[in-house]
């Protein structure tokens, strides 16, 4: 195998002749050369495949323990909430016994229809419903049994008040019902109608009753009520009016000394004055009168009432 070589400054050109062992080791060179550089570039490729694949697993490994960790987290707190709601329900049934208790008892003091108002059972319920046999306890249905008992400690507190606002309005219409004398000692000496005047001695109306008892002896109101009037007054001398709404209106004169005064709220039995001889008396009694819507009334029909 012969090689020229030429150089182009001179224009000259040299052979060289190679032999076989020379050509064969060219050979070689030229051919092992892409063969080794495709060798290396493979080696580096896997190489770098393996470097990506342990970066990979490597993170996919963090972002599993950070998951675990957030799930862990998670149940903690799950666990704490439904310890929360637990003590909750146990807070809440306490309370709807006692609420059923109280219930029970007032019903029964102030001797209330059981049928309307009857704590011992449950509220009454109903409606269709699935076929859910088979599927476990959810949160879900925790939460459904914390509504409904939430709904039954609500049904109770409302039967409650109901009977609250039933007892206050049962002792106000007690305290104004009209009834009973209205001393606590002493007699009467004087009814209601046409009698014979003590100081004229000529037939005259009496429009209240008289009662006769010791002077400075407590006189009481027969009903709760506002005092509309607390002074002197022609024929009554010291005298005391009350109000006691509906139309109904006590008057008790001739008094010693009065205990109330205009403006004042007084209860059912309320001493509001003491007995005297002051005015148009002949001796210390207590002149009651009971006015129905203006109009003066016999007050033995009150006095007479048995008290609610």
Known sequence: MKVIIVNDKHAESKTLSLGLWTRTLLSLCLLGAPLGAGVYLGYQAGHDDEVLDYSALQLLKDRSEQQQQELSDAKRQAEQQLQALTLRMAELQSRLVRLDA????????AKLDKGE????????????????????????????????????VDDRAQQLEILETLLANRKIQDDIFLAGRPIKKGWMSSRFGHRTD???????????VDFAGKEGSAVISVAAGVVTWAD????????????????????????????VKVGDIVKKGQEIALMGNTGRSTGPHV????????????PAAYIHRTNR
């Open 102 to 109: 109280l219930g029970e008892r007032v019903t029964t003091i």
């Open 117 to 152: 108002f009857d704590f011992s059972q449950a509220p009454a319920m109903g409606g269709p419903e699935t076929d859910d046999l088979g599927q476990s306890y959810t949160q879900t249905d925790f939460v459904n049994n914390m509504d409904e008992l939430l709904a039954k």
């Open 198 to 208: 003590p100081f004229t001695g000529r037939a005259a109306m009496h429009e209240g």
């Open 232 to 259: 002197k007054r022609y024929g009554y001398g010291q005298m005391i009016e009350v109000n006691h709404g509906g139309g109904y209106v006590t008057r008790y004169g001739h008094n010693k000394e009065h205990l």
């Open 287 to 298: 002149h009651f009168e009971v006015y129905k819507h203006g109009r003066p009334v016999d």
